[in-house]
């Protein structure tokens, strides 16, 4: 595609507000515990670019370039991920009653999942500043896609993983040439191994919102689904919320796209959605707290719901909040339940994950958060065949 020029400006923390030089590595704001995040130059970015320029570029995540925080073009790695498809759901719509419910199927992505947005962002970026080695704690599809990408760009990546992740996940990481590290537990124990393994190595760590750039890849969501709905946006959007990358980038996505003139004040009602074995930010939700309380013993089919602690509560939250959204947990039985309906009604097989936002309509619906005329949009994030 035609070289484009990136618009990123410098990195912030949203608590204490610091500004820090986006061509130097970081993580996160040590002081305040907080992700940072990428700013461009949005003022300057909106006399010479318009949506018609976005629209004409062959398919991908990079003709966003300059809403992408990578500067030079030869690290814009890609095994063709983004511009995934917005189905309408128009069997499960009619079972429902909502006259406009469509599925975002992430399925399409490389690995067969939503995490290859976020991990060709931390690798690309990480590769340009420098990063030979990456390394991350993952539930599983997480890891898959950081394998790739590493073998990819030709560097090395370390992938610690619970014993219990999904084997196709394992086995993705193994064919992929990563060094993968099998950790008794929880996404939280394998958090503590790779911490350890770090020390005193040349690793940089892409833990979910430990580093700036994965937010950057997965806010590609929110911008491709503006587009979809002609410089509009949907009534409701239903996310399934483990570490809450996408529903935080999206939020993100929205504000830049008014920054740029391009889409108007309204936003959509944002619903973080988590299984009843493992909900910390449905219960901060409905506490109304800012924070979201480590959640003990956590358990779920959802491999990628079984986040206990989510680094950026505070984003997520502020998000649902301001979008006068909600939060829902659903069992695993029904994610199952879901799971089944919506391959047999629609065709897709959704990951447990995507199924879990089918699961949360129903209470939605009779929460009466949802209107039949509400233009719904449900998050897959995944395959299903991942779990097999």
């Not at 970081?26 to 970015?45: E, K, N, T």
């Not at 830049?256 to 959509?268: A, F, T, V």
Request: aromatic share 8%; proline share 6%; hydrophobic share 45%.
């Amino acid at each position: 595609m035609t070289q484009t020029i990136s618009y990123l400006s410098h990195l912030t923390c949203p608590e204490c507000g610091i500004h820090l030089n986006a061509g130097e590595i970081h993580g996160f704001c040590a002081s305040c515990q907080s992700p940072l995040v990428a700013r461009y130059s949005l003022d300057d970015l909106r006399l010479v670019l318009d949506p018609s320029q976005i629209s004409c570029r062959p398919r991908g995540i990079w003709r966003w370039a300059e809403l992408l925080p990578v500067i030079d073009p030869a690290f814009r790695f890609t095994l063709g991920e983004g511009d995934t498809p917005l189905l309408p759901a128009n069997h499960l719509g009619k079972r429902y009653g909502i006259q406009n419910l469509l599925i975002k199927d992430e399925s399409f992505n490389p690995t067969a999942s939503f995490k290859a947005r976020g991990l060709v962002m931390a690798v690309a970026k990480g590769c340009e500043l420098g990063v030979k080695h990456f390394i991350i704690p993952t539930a599983g599809n997480a890891g898959s896609a950081l394998a790739a990408y590493a073998a990819r760009a030709g560097v090395q990546a370390s992938v610690y993983m619970p014993k219990d992740a999904p084997r196709p996940n394992q086995a993705e990481v193994e064919i992929f040439g990563a060094g993968l590290v099998l950790v008794d537990g929880l996404i939280s124990d394998a958090a503590k191994a790779a911490n350890q393994a770090r020390q005193g190595n040349a690793m940089f760590d892409v833990s979910t919102f430990k580093e700036p750039y994965r937010l950057e890849g997965k806010k590609t969501m929110g911008l491709e689904l503006a587009e979809d709905f002609q410089w509009s946006l949907p009534d409701v959007i239903i996310y399934p919320t483990g570490g809450g990358t996408g529903l935080v980038g999206m939020w993100k996505a929205f504000e830049e796209l008014e920054k740029l003139g391009w889409i108007g004040s309204q936003r959509p009602r944002m619903v973080s959605v988590q299984s009843t074995g493992c909900a910390p930010i449905v219960k901060a939700f409905h506490a109304g707290s800012q924070r979201a309380e480590f959640w003990e013993n956590a358990h779920t089919i959802a491999s990628g719901l079984r986040v206990p602690g989510a680094f950026a509560d505070r984003l997520i939250l502020q998000a649902l909040h301001q979008s006068e959204g909600t939060a829902v947990a659903v069992t695993d039985e029904q994610i199952l339940s879901a799971q089944k309906e919506m391959a047999e009604r629609e065709g897709i097989f959704a990951a447990p994950e995507g199924a879990a936002t089918l699961a949360a309509l129903p209470i939605l619906l009779d929460q009466q958060f949802i209107q039949p005329h509400d233009r719904v949009v449900l998050f897959n994030t995944g395959s299903g065949i991942k779990y097999l």
